[in-house]
């Protein structure tokens, strides 16, 4: 059991990747890139493109089945994929419990942002529904870095933008390309897994 008080102390900056920590959102991007891809005979494998944003993960799926397309082919893909996975989302995505109490209880007491893969539309559509708008500033999406994770760069914006160390921060990730990212940045982080257990709490 982790001890949170323990977790927390000294640090004024908590920054949450958003798929799969703050929502279980997992099944419903794999399902999104399935949809998109299957017709082309692509199997997805989620777990080898989770915590990269959708371009570089179609890419990614594309270059693995050795399937060749055209730019503008494959920015339709995406445009396809990120408006499945905004219909699933508007229907099926809820707060996790352990998380949004969490959430609630450290709100009052640590500045709260976000870096994500995520498309800001995507984004903020998510927030929206889960009841967290205006909760996490800056709010760092895929559209707002030249490099995504593993890249540091959405972290060592935050940091900037805050005007907080790096040393009373602390992130919140669920995939190896965000724990990367956090090490490239110098930022302390955990798995976020601790946070969907009661036990964190």
Request: hydrophobic share 45%.
């Amino acid at each position: 059991m982790i001890n949170v008080d323990e977790l927390l102390q000294g640090r004024k900056l908590l920054i949450f990747d958003f798929d799969g920590t703050i929502a279980d959102t997992t099944p419903l991007h794999a399902a999104a890139f399935t949809e998109v891809l299957a017709p082309l005979g692509i199997v997805v494998d989620y777990h080898s493109i989770a915590g990269l944003k959708t371009l570089d993960a179609m890419n990614r799926s594309l270059a693995e089945a050795q399937y060749s397309l055209s730019e503008p082919e494959i920015e339709e893909l995406v445009k396809l994929k990120q408006q499945s996975v905004r219909r699933m989302i508007s229907r099926e995505l809820h707060p996790l419990p352990a998380v949004d109490d969490f959430l609630r209880r450290v709100r009052p007491h640590c500045r709260l942002s976000m870096v994500t893969s995520g498309s800001r539309g995507t984004v903020n559509l998510s927030l929206e529904q889960l009841g967290y708008t205006d909760w996490f500033h800056p709010l760092i999406c895929a559209d707002d870095v030249h490099n995504a994770k593993p890249d540091p760069e959405g972290f060592l914006k935050v940091l900037l933008h805050t005007g907080i160390s790096a040393d009373q921060a602390l992130v919140f990730e669920d995939s190896e390309a965000g724990f990367e990212a956090a090490r490239g940045a110098g930022l302390a982080y955990i798995d976020a897994a601790h946070l969907h257990s009661k036990g964190f709490l």
